[in-house]
């Protein structure tokens, strides 16, 4: 059955989709945060590989096909922008300042951490575009001699937590300006987090996607200064 | 055909996005220029927003399930790197919180700070 399923190309795609959908009927079912259908279909997909041993690599040849369509959903994030351009316009010396802000705060702490845990420079500098989107952040750590696979490992777990956390976190932090909550979720949290700001309202899901242009571009300036700092 | 025609335009974008990505030698993704190109093009008009529309809510809407296969690959990366995974994702959380918190109050602060201004 294992090598059926090597040679299929739409079993990858196939069972992500099915495990999304088990997620959400979850999610209807209870209502918590925490059952995330994005964290249950990727936890029932890595128990369902582990259990019948089957590769990363077999799976991923069909999901490929799903994760193919990413670069055209970020173009998208265009469409909230051009919606919400006005609003956005009166507000850009918060979004700046903000999105500065977060930036230095990712950076910083991610130096603090570090040194804190005592992990090597190569783990480090992996670590540092671990707030923005996927593909900036691979070439960012090539770039800055880190290892790849780490940094997609760190940006999605924090896209995920974040996905999941954010609004427990903007309550407890008392950020209720959408405007604000947009921004502290898409520089946090990427585009994973942004899904969820556009969940939440419309302002925020375009501010959202605003920051991963923003605060990409700015991490791309600062993280070679933090590279040389350990 | 409708979200056929729709999805092509999109896709015509992103493949200029990856033009400019292979031109240009910065670590910037063929989707961030797509997307800093789309909104000029429906900024200017050149793209009315109903001829793309359809396309782009459904492809935002599935986007939750594009993310899967690449978080799935903690698996083969957890094997490759071990124990320093646990501080990874330890790290990975305390900063999303720290980053959340002062990028949202900052933000938070600017925006009440202006409105008392311009209002007193």
């Keep these: 059955m294992v090598e059926f399923f090597a040679e299929s190309t739409a079993f990858g795609a196939v069972i992500s989709i099915l495990a999304y959908w088990i997620g959400t009927l979850i999610q209807k079912r209870w209502k918590f945060a925490i059952f995330n259908p994005m964290l249950i279909a990727i936890i029932l997909i890595i128990l369902f590989l ?3 041993g089957i590769d990363y690599d077999v799976y991923n040849r069909g999901a490929e096909y799903i994760t193919y369509f990413l670069t055209p959903a970020t173009v998208c994030f265009a469409i909230p922008l051009y919606e919400q351009y006005e609003r956005l316009k009166k507000k850009w010396r918060a979004l700046l300042t903000g999105s500065l802000a977060g930036v230095l705060a990712s950076l910083t702490s991610i130096l603090l951490l570090s040194m804190l845990f005592g992990l090597t420079h190569e783990q480090y500098v992996s670590l540092l575009p671990k707030s923005i989107t996927t593909a900036i952040g691979i070439a960012l750590s090539g770039e800055l001699g880190g290892i790849p696979t ?20 903007c309550r407890l932090f008392r950020i209720c300006e959408p405007a604000a909550v947009g921004l502290a979720i898409g520089a946090a949290a ?3 987090g942004t899904v969820l700001a556009r969940e939440i309202g419309e302002e925020e899901g375009a501010i959202s996607s605003l920051s991963i242009v923003v605060c990409g571009l700015l991490t791309v300036l600062a993280a070679s200064v933090f590279a040389g700092l350990y | 055909m409708e979200y056929v025609f729709q999805f092509s335009i999109i896709l015509l974008v992103t493949f200029v996005g990856e033009i400019l990505h292979a031109l240009i030698p910065l670590p910037i993704p063929a989707g961030i220029y797509g997307l800093v190109l789309m909104f000029v093009c429906l900024k ?13 809510n459904f492809l935002l809407d599935a986007m939750p399930v594009m993310f899967i296969g690449p978080c799935v690959g903690f698996m083969a990366i957890y094997r490759e790197q071990g124990i320093a995974i646990l501080y990874i994702a330890l790290i990975s959380i305390l900063t999303t919180v720290v980053v959340m918190a002062i990028t949202g109050r900052t933000a938070q602060f600017v925006i009440r700070h202006g409105r008392g201004g311009k209002n007193g």
């Design chain 1, 190 to 192: 990427h585009a994973i």
């Design chain 1, 50 to 52: 582990t259990v019948l």
């Design chain 1, 150 to 169: 780490l940094t997609v490992a760190a940006i999605m777990i924090t896209g995920v937590f974040g996905n999941i956390c954010a609004r427990a976190l």
């Design chain 2, 44 to 56: 200017t008009g050149m793209i009315p927003l109903e001829k793309i529309r359809k396309s782009a």
